[in-house]
């Protein structure tokens, strides 16, 4: 992982920032997929409440190429401004991006209902304590390709750590073990 591209979102009055990283980051799982990308991990360096607006896709030089080979932007690349593939600056952090989950939705409810396993009652105060136990993460809202229904995908940011750790990214760029560079 030694090369990066910056995708900068250009929002306008037609399209609003978080639809727009919405539409960037769906198009960016689909050819994450269609690449069986285990290599290739994503940051969001201007992120705070919100994840902002930049996209940061790292890998190699040789695996961002195949990506940008894929076209995989179509009419969005009007909206947003790539940089060049560049090389990692030599003093950077690292830091894990990950997929944060709630453990308790209204699916699991649902299963919990259908199977006998818990009572009115119980459903009650399990909804109660669903919304009290919201997350606060940044997220981005992911479109299913195929049934179209909204997901979101809540993103958790590690502690900055001073060496780079190993594993593989899903294909939505993220990883419970391994780092990005972090600058």
Same mark, same amino acid.
């Given at each position: 992982?030694?090369?990066? *591209?910056? *995708? ?13 990283l ?11 997929? /269609?690449l069986?990308? *285990? ?17 940061? *896709? ?23 401004s790539?940089s /060049? ?31 006998? /396993?818990?009572?009115?009652d ?10 009290? =136990? ?9 479109? /299913?390709?195929?049934n179209?229904h909204?997901?979101?995908?809540y993103? =958790? ?10 594993? =593989? ?5 993220l990883?419970?073990?391994?780092t990005?560079?972090?600058?």
């Open positions: 992982m030694d090369h990066y *591209i910056d *995708i900068q979102i250009k929002p306008d009055a037609e399209m609003r920032e978080n639809v727009l919405n539409n960037v980051y769906t198009k960016l799982h689909k050819a994450l997929f /269609s069986k990308s *285990i290599d290739i991990g994503v940051s969001f360096p201007l992120h705070k409440i919100l994840l902002g607006k930049t996209l940061r *896709i790292h890998s190699s030089k040789v695996r961002i190429e195949e990506l940008q080979d894929l076209k995989w932007l179509g009419g969005l690349a009007g909206y947003c790539l /060049s593939i560049l090389p990692i600056p030599d003093t950077v952090g690292y830091r894990v991006i990950s997929r944060k989950q709630a453990t308790m939705t209204q699916s699991k409810l649902n299963r919990l209902i259908k199977r006998g /396993s818990i009572s009115e119980e459903a009650k105060q399990y909804r109660a304590k669903m919304f009290t =136990q919201g997350l606060d993460n940044p997220y981005v809202e992911l479109t /299913s390709g195929s179209g909204k997901h979101r995908r993103i =958790q940011f590690g502690e900055l750590m001073d060496s780079p750790q190993l594993g =593989q990214f899903d294909q939505f760029g990883s419970k073990t391994a990005v560079p972090w600058f």
